[in-house]
C-alpha cells in the first residue's frame, strides 16, 4: 500500500474512534502492511474488525485475534526469523522477519538529518519517535558542533514549547499544554541553557511517538539504541558521541538502552531510578497500589490515540495539522493492559521482570556512568542501591546518594559532579565554570521544590590543566559518596544542603560491620540476646492514616522544606516498638539492614513492616527507612547475606503451624545516629510510614494475632554500622527539616519500646 493511503486511512480511522463507530469487516479485506519488530510484529492498514492471523515460516499460526478500529494489530514475545506474514479473514500479507538485537545496517542512521525543532527518528522496524531538537542557547546549526545529549522518557517529552514558560503558567494553574512535563526538566532545560544540545525523544506509543506502548520491553530497549546511533550520526553532533541524561522515567531507561551498547554512546547519568519493576512495584511481594499503580494508570492514558486521548500536546499538534504525529496513533490500541500485566504476574516472573528492570541491564554497560539518587524516595523507592554491584565489572562508575525525597538526587552537591561528568566524559573538554548553571539551579530549585539551595559550584575542576588531568581528578573522587542530614546544611532548616558527607569504596561497603541487636522484654533493643519470651500483637493496615502525606501520585509536596507530615504513632496493640539504650557514641549507618523474625500467626499470610528510626534526645523522632514482607514470600535464596535477605519471590508458601523465620529486608540506611540518641524498630501491618506508597494488603480488623519470639534464639535487627566512623555534624538542632524523614513526639509502643 503507498504510503500516502495508509496515512489517509489512518486519519480516517481516527476519525472514526473519536466518533465511536467503524467499518465492518467485508468479503475483500485490505490485508494492510505488516512489519517485523524486536520480537514482535504488527500490522498496520487492514480492514478494521477483520479476523487476523500470524503465521510464521512454518506457516503456524503464532498470533490470532482482530484487527482494531485503527487497522492495526500487534503479537509480541516472537522468536526472531524470516517468513512471517499476517493472514487477514484468509487473505494472505507480505512476508517480513521478525527482528533479533543486532544492529541494522548504519545507512538506517546516517541516512537521517534532525534539525532544530520537532522531528521523526525511525526505527529499525520502521516506526517513528518525536524528538524535539534544542541548541545550546542562542546558537544555530553554523555554531557547532556541540556536545550533545539525549533525554528519553515516555512522559511529555518531545513537546515543543519551553518547559520554564510551561511552569510558569501551571503556577497559574493554566499549564501550557505545549510545554514538556517537569520531569524531563534536564534535557527540555537545564541541557541546552548550559552549552549542550539536547534532543528530548518520546518513547513509543507515547506522545506524537509511533508504535504501542510496552513498558520497556525489547522494542522499547533497542529503540533507545537506534536513537543514540541517528543522533550521533549528525553532523552538529561533537564527536559524534552522545550522552544520556535523565531522572527517574528518563534515568530508568538509561540503563538499558547503555546495556546495549550503542557505540556511539559516551556516558550516561541515570538519577531517581529503580533497580527492578517488581521492587518498586510489590515492595516485599505486596502490591504497591500507591505511587506504582498510578504510575501505570498514568501510562495507560498517556497512550490512548490522539486527538481525543493521549497527551496534552499530541491533541495540540493534530489539532495544527501534524500528520505524522496523527499518523503515530495508529497502533495505540495494541498497549496492553498494564494493570493485567500487574494482575497476571502477582510474583517475580523472570520473563517479564528480568528483561525490563535496570538491575538485569547493568552487568552489560561499559560506558563511564554517574548514578544518583535518594534514600527515602517517595515514587520509586530507595531500594535502588541494589543495582550498584551489578555495575562491578566497570571500573568508571561513580555512584551518590542522599538523604531525600525522588528529587534530590538534583540537589546542588550531587548536580555540581554531574556538571562535571558531562563536560569530561560527553564533551571530552575541562568543566568550564557555568554561570548558567549556578543561577538556573538556584531558580529551578525555587521553582520546582520550593526549597532554598546552596549554590551549585561548577568551578571545582576548572583549572585543570588538560582533560586527561580533569579526568584523573574526577576519578579519584570516592566511587560512592553517601552525603548525610540533608536539609540541616548551610541553606537552613529543609533546605537542599548536605553538611557533610562519607567516602566508600563499594557497596556494600568493606568497612560496613553487621551489628545484631536483639529485640527483647519491655521493648528494649540490646546487644545482648537476653532471656527468651514471646509477644504478640494485632497488624492492622487500618489503625492509622495510609500515609504520612495525602499523596499518592506525582507531587512536588514531598519536595518542600518541611512537608505538612502525619507519621502516626501506633494505636493499641496494632504494632509493637523496640527501642535501644541511650548510644554512649555515634552509630553511622550506610548499607542494608535486615529484621530477623522468629514469626507464627493465626493467619497463613500476614503483611508486615519494619521501621528504623531514631529517638533523640529531644523527645522528638526522626524516620530513617523500612522495609515489607509478604509472609508467604519469606525464603531467601542462595545469595542471602546477614544485611541482605535476597528471595526469588516465587512459589509463594503459607506460614505452617509454630515458629518460622522471617526475614524483612530494610531499605538502605545512609544515617548516623547520635551519641545521646536511641535506635528504634517498629513492627506494624504495612502502611502509615510512607510519602506515596500505599499496599494491597488484607483487612484484619484486629482479629489476626502474630507472634514473635524474643530474646535468645528470637528475633533480631541487624544494622550496617561503619566501623569506627562518627558523624561529621552535630545532631541537628531541630528534628524537622531533614529531607525525606518525617519528624514525630516519641509514644512508646503497647510492650514498652
Not at 122 to 148: E, N, S, Y
Not at 312 to 333: E, F, H, K, M, T
Not at 338 to 358: G, I
Amino acid at each position: 500500500m503507498p504510503p500516502r493511503r495508509r496515512l489517509i486511512i489512518a486519519l480516517i480511522a481516527l476519525a472514526l474512534a473519536a466518533s465511536g463507530t467503524a467499518p465492518a469487516a467485508h468479503a475483500a479485506p485490505d490485508t494492510g502492511t505488516g512489519h517485523g519488530s524486536v520480537t514482535a510484529a504488527y500490522v498496520q492498514g487492514a480492514t478494521p474488525g477483520a479476523r487476523v492471523e500470524l503465521l510464521d515460516a512454518t506457516e503456524r499460526i503464532v498470533g490470532r485475534g482482530s484487527i482494531d478500529q485503527l487497522g492495526s494489530f500487534l503479537v509480541r514475545d516472537l522468536r526472531p526469523g524470516e517468513g512471517y506474514r499476517f493472514r487477514v479473514d484468509g487473505q494472505r500479507g507480505n512476508s517480513f522477519p521478525v527482528l533479533d538485537t543486532a544492529a541494522p545496517p548504519q545507512s538506517q542512521y546516517d541516512e537521517q538529518r534532525l534539525q532544530p525543532g520537532m522531528n521523526y527518528l525511525r526505527m529499525r522496524d520502521g516506526i517513528t519517535l518525536a524528538a524535539f531538537v534544542r541548541l545550546p542557547f542562542g546558537k544555530t546549526l553554523a555554531d557547532g558542533p556541540f556536545p550533545t545529549v539525549i533525554e528519553y522518557s515516555g512522559y511529555q517529552t518531545a513537546a515543543p514549547n519551553p518547559l520554564v514558560l510551561g511552569a510558569a503558567t501551571g503556577l497559574l494553574k493554566a499549564r501550557d499544554p505545549l510545554a514538556p512535563a517537569n520531569g524531563v526538566v534536564l534535557g527540555a532545560e537545564l541541557a541546552p541553557d548550559i552549552g549542550f544540545a539536547s534532543v528530548s525523544v518520546q518513547m513509543r506509543g507515547s506522545g506524537c511517538s509511533g508504535g504501542a506502548y510496552d513498558l520497556f520491553d525489547y522494542p522499547t530497549v533497542y529503540d533507545g539504541y537506534d536513537t543514540v546511533e541517528t543522533v550521533a550520526a549528525q553532523p552538529w553532533v561533537a564527536g559524534h558521541k552522545v550522552g544520556l541524561v535523565g531522572i527517574s522515567y528518563s534515568g530508568i531507561s538509561q540503563i538499558a538502552v547503555a546495556g546495549t551498547e550503542p557505540p556511539s554512546l559516551a556516558a550516561i547519568a541515570p538519577m531517581s531510578l529503580t533497580d527492578d519493576l517488581h521492587s518498586t512495584g510489590f515492595p516485599g511481594g505486596i502490591f504497591n497500589t500507591g505511587f506504582a499503580d498510578t504510575w501505570l494508570t498514568e501510562r495507560q492514558s498517556d497512550a490512548a490515540p490522539g486527538p481525543s486521548g493521549g497527551q496534552p500536546y499530541v491533541r495540540q499538534l493534530i489539532q495544527r495539522g501534524d500528520q505524522a504525529c496523527a499518523a503515530n496513533q495508529s497502533l495505540r490500541l495494541q498497549t496492553p493492559s498494564l494493570r493485567q500485566l500487574v494482575a497476571d504476574n502477582p510474583d517475580r516472573n523472570p520473563e517479564v521482570f528480568d528483561h525490563r528492570s535496570p538491575a538485569w541491564w547493568a552487568p552489560k554497560v561499559r560506558v563511564p556512568v554517574l548514578l544518583a539518587g535518594p534514600l527515602q524516595d517517595e515514587q520509586v523507592g530507595p531500594q535502588w542501591t541494589r543495582i550498584i554491584d551489578k555495575f562491578d565489572a566497570n571500573p568508571d562508575v561513580w555512584v551518590r546518594m542522599i538523604n531525600g525525597a525522588h528529587f534530590d538526587s538534583l540537589g546542588p552537591q550531587i548536580l555540581s559532579q554531574w556538571w562535571e561528568f558531562l563536560n569530561i566524559f560527553v564533551a571530552d573538554r575541562v568543566p568550564p565554570p557555568s554561570p548558567a548553571l549556578e543561577a538556573l539551579s538556584t531558580v529551578m530549585y525555587a521553582a520546582i521544590t520550593n526549597s532554598p539551595a546552596i549554590r551549585v559550584d561548577s568551578a571545582r575542576l576548572s583549572n585543570a590543566p588538560s582533560v586527561p588531568a580533569a579526568k584523573a581528578a574526577f576519578a579519584d573522587q570516592p566511587r560512592v559518596e553517601v552525603f548525610y542530614d540533608n536539609g540541616a546544611g548551610a541553606a537552613g532548616v529543609g533546605g537542599l544542603a548536605s553538611p557533610w558527607s562519607l567516602g566508600l569504596e563499594g557497596w556494600p561497603s568493606t568497612r560496613i560491620a553487621p551489628t545484631t541487636w536483639h529485640l527483647g522484654d519491655g521493648g528494649s533493643l540490646t546487644v545482648d540476646s537476653g532471656r527468651s519470651e514471646s509477644l504478640a500483637f494485632r497488624p492492622d493496615p487500618a489503625a492509622r492514616p495510609a500515609g504520612t502525606l495525602d499523596v499518592v501520585g506525582p507531587s512536588d509536596l514531598p519536595w518542600r522544606p518541611t512537608p505538612p507530615y502525619n507519621w502516626a504513632p501506633l494505636p493499641g496493640q496494632s504494632g509493637a516498638g523496640f527501642t535501644s539504650p541511650v548510644l554512649e557514641h555515634d552509630v553511622v549507618t550506610a548499607g542494608p539492614a535486615s529484621l530477623d523474625l522468629q514469626l507464627a500467626s493465626t493467619a497463613p499470610v500476614t503483611d508486615l513492616q519494619a521501621t528504623v528510626s531514631e529517638v533523640r534526645p529531644d523527645g522528638q523522632e526522626t524516620y530513617v527507612a523500612t522495609g515489607y514482607l509478604r509472609s508467604s514470600y519469606r525464603a531467601v535464596d542462595a545469595n542471602a547475606t546477614a544485611l541482605q535477605p535476597f528471595r526469588s519471590y516465587l512459589d509463594p508458601t503459607d506460614l505452617p503451624p509454630g515458629f518460622s523465620e522471617a526475614r524483612i529486608s530494610i531499605d538502605p540506611l545512609v544515617h548516623a545516629f547520635r551519641a545521646g540518641s536511641r535506635i528504634r524498630v517498629t513492627l506494624t501491618a504495612p502502611g502509615g510510614d510512607r510519602t506515596s506508597w500505599r499496599f494491597d494488603t488484607p483487612a484484619t480488623d484486629g482479629l489476626v494475632i502474630d507472634t514473635i519470639l524474643l530474646g535468645s534464639g528470637g528475633s533480631s535487627l541487624v544494622l550496617p554500622v561503619i566501623t569506627s566512623a562518627a558523624a561529621g555534624a552535630p545532631l541537628p538542632p531541630v528534628c524537622a527539616g531533614l529531607r525525606g524523614e518525617p519528624c514525630r513526639t516519641y509514644e512508646p509502643a503497647f510492650n514498652g519500646g
